[in-house]
């Protein structure tokens, strides 16, 4: 079982971009991202399917971020804009394997990413 690799974190000002990469997906029905800070529960961001493109975004990103696949590239993104102090995590990417629970789900999902630390100040 081979680790999503992700890059692209770091520290923004408020309003700012960042996009996020997540390299290595193999057969997977769906992408998505999540993030977590410490004591409170890891939270779905945005999800997509492969096939047809549906996209999911949590409430609070929902015309901000955009989440996109590169099949070709093996690779999915999360696009970033008018970051808020709230958006601060360290943020994650995962595959699933249809699980059922939901697209922005963390029981949907088998493979993450290390993780990278997102910083809006």
């Known amino acids: 079982h081979v680790q999503l690799v992700e890059s692209g974190g770091g520290s923004v000002q408020v309003g700012g971009s960042l996009r996020l990469s997540c390299a290595g997906f193999g057969d997977t029905y769906g992408m998505a991202w999540f993030r977590q800070v410490t004591g409170k529960e890891r939270e779905g961001v945005a999800a997509?399917?492969?096939?047809?493109?549906?996209?999911f975004y949590v409430e609070s990103v929902r015309g901000r971020f955009t989440i996109s696949l590169d099949d070709a590239k093996k690779t999915a993104y999360l696009q970033m804009n008018s970051l808020k102090l709230e958006d601060t995590g360290v943020y994650y990417c995962?595959?699933?394997?249809?699980?059922?629970?939901?697209?922005?789900?963390?029981?949907?999902?088998?493979?993450w990413s290390q993780g990278t630390q997102v910083t809006v100040s």
């Open positions: 995962a595959a699933d394997s249809r699980g059922g629970y939901g697209p922005l789900s963390i029981f949907q999902y088998n493979s």
């Open positions: 997509i399917y492969r096939s047809g493109g549906n996209t």
